[in-house]
């Protein structure tokens, strides 16, 4: 029997065949950049976490020394007034003035529990006065913050509600070097440079209503009064942990 002798392949096929080793090395490499490039935005994902939880420490730490300072030598200590507010709506349309309405449209509460992050201001303090019997208000902590980004947090994408995700934070916030969720929650917590940018970015939150009903005294009465409508203050914090 005659012996086989290679045949090598025609020009065609070696450069097929070159073709598909080049794209086959060139998809290694994309694959490991990018492997490297989510590992190092992970990396900074964590150290602005530290970064944050540093700054808010330090600012604790700061007041507290002040507190004790005034106490120690007999002053008064007057607390810094607080940057932002959480409001959510508690009750519907009925009675409602046309003004009120339209304050309570400005505001993005449109439905009942309802709630929006705001900068106080002169302009946003006579609004939340003039609304004052349809909301509730008060003064959210970190805590507080961070558990409603991460369990009921939609960003507002191409007139979309969809879940909030570092993906869709860093498309529609990047280019404020704005990447992650905790640099979400810091600019709402200290009503950083981009609170606006970050309020806009957000969907009004959509609460449950609270474990347990309102108050005795329902929706007609303030705060103060054994109510629920009006401003809460520290307690707003106790309120919404009824509604996530």
Known sequence: ????????PPERKKKVLADVKDKMVNKQKRSKEMQKKAMDK????VRRYYKYRKSIAGESAKLANQRKLAKTFGHYFVEPEP??????RIRGIVDMPPKERKILQLL??????????IRLNSATSNMLRMVSPWITYGYPSLMTIRKLMYKRGYAKTQGQRKRLDNTIIEKGLGKHKIICMEDLIYQLYTAGPHFKEVNKFLWPFKLSSPKGGMSPYGKRKNFGEGGDYGNREIYINRFLHKLI
């Open 42 to 45: 992970r990396q900074e994902m």
């Open 1 to 8: 029997m005659p012996r086989m002798t290679a045949v090598p």
């Open 83 to 88: 940057k932002v507010v959480f409001v959510v």
């Open 108 to 117: 993005r509460l449109n439905q009942i529990f309802n709630g929006v992050f």
